[in-house]
């Protein structure tokens, strides 16, 4: 493993500087530290296999020339990928806790500019953001997060605030707790409650798959489609997973007719986010993919 890590560095260094990009430039597309992204070109640090894909993708080479394991650099074919309706369906996201007014009007202007479906972003921002953005786009923005487990009211007061500020859409976190300790009925209480705090908003409930059994995300799939609400989501992006093929598959499955799917956190490039969309996903909750594109557009593909 130390030898393969080594070999990723090494070319990981090679195609930064082929690119005349400089360390903190690509800490910015990874969305970490400077730090962090040197000891992924030291070897120093297991790269995540989502970090590996959006890798391969925001390089246009294959994976195994990516981490050294071959010398051949196929660029990635893309023909079968549609990039605008891609986009079309993106709800461009930027909610880190340092997030900037800079940053988030950036997001806003990248949002407009590629069709994106909205932009996500911390509550503090809407009113702003909204302002800013006049009816050029919807504004997103997040609920009860990243843990869930504010109480109902507090949800309810952060829910009609956000509308209030000009918010279209909100995604709200369930009690994680209560669907692990199996108080159903608390769960279903928390997001009628919103529900009914914000009737003509787009309402999604991200139920945080990672930290959930197979039972109880079916479970939760029937009490959001009991609850009026309009997408079940899959991820935070904040507890250590995010959205996965084989849980957009099971929402499908297990859904009501009429409510939709987001699949959001570690969509790590262009074929993940096509596959999610074909299998039932209606938005993708991700930064990644309006990255991606602009650097196609940098390099004339």
């Not at 051949?72 to 880190?96: F, G, M, N, W, Y």
């Amino acid at each position: 493993m130390p030898d393969e890590m080594k070999a990723f560095g090494q070319r990981l260094r090679q195609l930064r500087e082929e690119r005349h990009l400089l360390q903190k430039d690509m800490a910015a597309v990874l969305d970490c530290t400077t730090n962090n992204y040197q000891k992924m070109e030291y070897g120093d640090v297991n790269v995540p296999g989502k970090n590996l894909l959006f890798l391969a993708d925001y390089f246009d080479v294959s994976l195994d020339y990516l981490t050294g394991r071959s010398d051949v650099r196929p660029c990635q074919k893309r023909s079968a990928v549609d990039v605008p309706e891609i986009l079309a369906h993106v709800d461009h996201t930027l909610l880190s806790q340092g997030a900037t007014w800079a940053e988030i009007r950036a997001v806003c202007d990248d949002g407009v500019r590629y069709g994106c479906a909205s932009v996500c972003i911390p509550p503090v921002y809407v009113k702003a953001a909204r302002d800013y953005l006049g009816d050029r786009l919807p504004v997103c923005t997040v609920i009860g997060f990243p843990n869930g487990y504010a109480t109902t009211a507090a949800k309810c007061f952060e829910a009609a605030e956000a509308a209030e500020n000009g918010a279209d859409e909100i995604d709200m976190v369930i009690q994680i707790g209560a669907a692990k300790d199996g108080r159903w009925e608390d769960v279903r209480t928390d997001i009628r409650s919103v529900r009914a705090a914000v009737p003509d908003r787009v309402l999604k409930v991200i139920i945080e798959t990672c930290l959930l059994t197979e039972a109880e995300k079916i479970r939760l799939c029937g009490i959001v489609s009991e609850s009026g609400a309009d997408f079940i989501k899959t991820s935070t992006g904040f507890a250590g997973g995010g959205a996965t093929r084989e849980d957009v598959a099971l929402f499908a499955a297990h859904v009501a007719p009429g409510v939709k799917i987001k699949a959001a956190g570690g969509i790590a490039g262009l074929q993940d986010a096509a596959d999610f969309l074909a299998l039932g996903a209606s938005r993708l909750g991700t930064s990644r993919i309006v990255k991606l594109v602009k650097e196609m557009e940098r390099h004339g593909k």
